[in-house]
């Protein structure tokens, strides 16, 4: 008995952490009050990067789950727009504050966009 040969490779090893990555963003949605929606978002966003893994995902896929996490980041521009206006960037880090949903907005959309990164990313890696 040896050592084995095959070992995984630098690309495996980082889609093997950004879905341990999204894993826990997923969790941690949990306690929100629209955190089924946000599990789900991360949850797939996770298992594409674990899939990819073990085998190769088709580019429409990819392509389609591109197209939903840009559309839906747009939805969230505004309230970044809001955010960039404001004088206290760091409010973006602390609670919740009802009478400024433009944290939440903010956050969901800096969320959606390193979703959509992490997917563009995996397009990118599916041509090769």
């Given at each position: 008995?040896?050592?084995?040969?095959?070992?995984?490779?630098?690309?495996?090893?980082?889609?093997?952490?950004?879905?341990?990555?999204?894993?826990?963003?997923?969790?941690?949605?949990?306690?929100?009050?629209?955190?089924?929606?946000?599990?789900?978002?991360?949850?797939?966003?996770?298992?594409?990067?674990?899939?990819?893994?073990?085998?190769?995902?088709?580019?429409?896929?990819?392509?389609?789950?591109?197209?939903?996490?840009a559309i839906y980041s747009a939805v969230h521009i505004p309230y970044f727009v809001d955010w960039i206006q404001v004088q206290n960037k760091s409010e973006l880090f602390g609670e919740m504050v009802y009478e400024k949903p433009y944290l939440e907005g903010t956050r969901e959309f800096l969320g959606l966009v390193i979703a959509l990164v992490s997917i563009v990313y995996q397009w990118r890696q599916s041509k090769k």
């Open positions: 008995m040896g050592i084995p040969t095959k070992t995984f490779s630098l690309r495996k090893i980082f889609n093997l952490f950004l879905f341990v990555l999204f894993t826990a963003f997923a969790y941690v949605q949990l306690n929100d009050k629209d955190g089924v929606l946000w599990f789900s978002i991360y949850g797939v966003v996770a298992l594409v990067h674990l899939y990819v893994v073990f085998k190769t995902l088709n580019r429409s896929i990819l392509l389609l789950f591109m197209i939903g996490l």
